[in-house]
């Protein structure tokens, strides 16, 4: 019985989509900050949006891909992708929520804008970990 080729790649075409928008809203959040060009932080915001939304779609196609290709064995890299993952959409749930509810957080006179680029920071650190290890397997 072969695979339906769909499955398999539900989480290469998830995770690649994620690992792209977190980092780019990411800079473009730094672009706001050097330019202060209004049209980066609310595009910023949209690639957190996105990003936020394909994290549990990565996680669970994975965790379904780790069941099936690698029969749920547990090994540090597969640890770590958990840990990660978990990390990555507890990040991405709050960095949308706070920007949801406080518009203003990323504006020059907002005494948080270094916190909330920090956890952006983190964030995109986040994903971009759990990309190298993701690669560890091609």
Same mark, same amino acid.
């Given at each position: @019985?072969?695979?339906n080729?769909?499955?398999?790649h539900?989480? *290469?075409?998830?995770? *690649?989509?994620? $690992?792209?928008?977190m980092?780019? !809203?990411?800079f ?22 996105? !990003? @936020?939304?394909?994290g ?10 780790? #069941?099936?290709?690698?029969?749920? #064995?547990?090994?540090?890299?597969? $640890? *770590?992708? #958990?840990?990660? !993952? ?14 949801? @509810?406080? !518009?203003?957080?990323a ?15 983190? $964030?995109?650190?986040?994903v971009?970990?759990?990309g190298?290890?993701g690669?560890?397997?091609?």
């Open positions: @019985m072969t695979k080729p769909w499955f398999v539900t989480h *290469h075409i998830s995770s *690649h989509f994620t $690992n792209a928008l980092p780019v !809203g990411f473009l959040l730094c672009a706001y900050f050097v330019t202060g060009t209004p049209s980066f932080e609310p595009a910023s915001f949209y690639c957190f949006i996105f !990003g @936020m939304l394909g549990p779609f990565a996680f669970f196609s994975g965790f379904a891909d780790w #069941r099936t290709r690698f029969q749920g #064995r547990s090994t540090q890299i597969f $640890n *770590h992708k #958990r840990i990660f !993952g978990v990390l990555f959409m507890v990040t991405s749930f709050g960095i949308v929520a706070w920007r949801a @509810m406080n !518009g203003e957080v504006a020059p006179e907002s005494d948080y804008r270094y916190y909330y680029l920090a956890l952006v920071a983190a $964030n995109s650190g986040f971009t970990y759990l190298y290890l690669g560890k397997f091609i």
